[in-house]
């Protein structure tokens, strides 16, 4: 069956460093990839999406890569802030005409000052 | 939150009752989507509704129903709660009235209801 996997375990790191978050899936062949940022408390917001032809995209401190081969997407926050501390989810479409995704079960980003 | 809400926002209820959750929205959205949000389960969509009266089962959907009388209201109804059904339940929204398209399957939540069952 499908599934999608992110580190369960938090990540912790200073501020000012780059966090790098990673998304693994298996047998599924999506056409692209999001992700969302989610706050305690509060329902996931869009960050990004990347399509399957498309190796990198970036917004503004974000980066995302997408390698087919792998099955890997890694989200990249630079020069993080403590007020990227949130959990990050990534989502793949699921059936096509449907807007169905599947969403992994998030990592937890937290930088400290 | 694209102008969604939902509500009750905190319900504690009863083994056994039944239990209906609402979702709001006001711009005239063709799909909506409800999911429920566990540790370490991340979100698993119940149902979703693709229009009027036309919705679909997700991937978690045993014990959950839904109606779509009017495309501003979904409602998600537990027709017998049971323990398991503890959770946070999540309302989302794909932005658009026409059918979807490959790449456009972009949501948007709504701040979710906090269930209870005890």
């Known amino acids: 069956s499908q599934k999608i996997e992110q580190n369960s375990e938090a990540l ?12 693994n899936y298996t047998n599924y062949s999506p056409a692209y990839l ?12 869009f960050l990004l999406l ?3 032809n498309e190796k990198e995209k970036r917004k503004e401190r974000l980066k995302v890569t997408f ?10 926050i630079t020069a993080s802030q403590p007020a990227d501390s949130a959990t990050y ?25 | 939150d694209a102008g969604i809400t939902q509500s009750p926002r905190h319900k504690v209820t009863e083994t056994g009752t039944p239990v209906t959750l609402r979702c709001h929205q006001t711009e005239n959205h063709r799909y909506m989507y409800w999911y429920r949000q566990d540790p370490g389960h991340g979100l698993r969509l119940i149902h979703y509704s693709y229009g009027v009266k036309d919705t679909d089962k997700g991937e ?17 109804t537990l027709e017998s709660a049971t323990s398991s059904q503890t959770s946070v339940y999540f309302c989302a929204i794909r932005p658009g009235q026409g059918l979807a398209e490959v790449g456009t399957e972009t949501q948007y939540f709504g701040p979710g209801t906090r269930l209870l069952v005890l």
Request: with cysteine; charged share 20%; proline share 4%.
């Open chain 2, 60 to 76: 978690v959907s045993d014990g959950y129903s839904v109606s779509r009388s009017k495309t501003e209201d979904f409602l998600l």
């Open chain 1, 34 to 45: 999001q992700w969302y940022r989610q706050d305690p408390g509060r329902g996931p917001v």
């Open chain 1, 12 to 23: 912790n790191i200073q501020e000012g460093k780059t966090a790098t978050l990673t998304c």
């Open chain 1, 67 to 76: 390698d087919t081969t792998l099955k890997q997407s890694l989200f990249h």
């Open chain 1, 89 to 113: 989810l990534c989502a793949l479409h699921g059936s096509s005409n449907t807007g169905k995704l599947i969403f992994g079960q998030g990592t937890t980003l937290q930088v400290k000052p």
């Open chain 1, 50 to 52: 990347i399509r399957e």
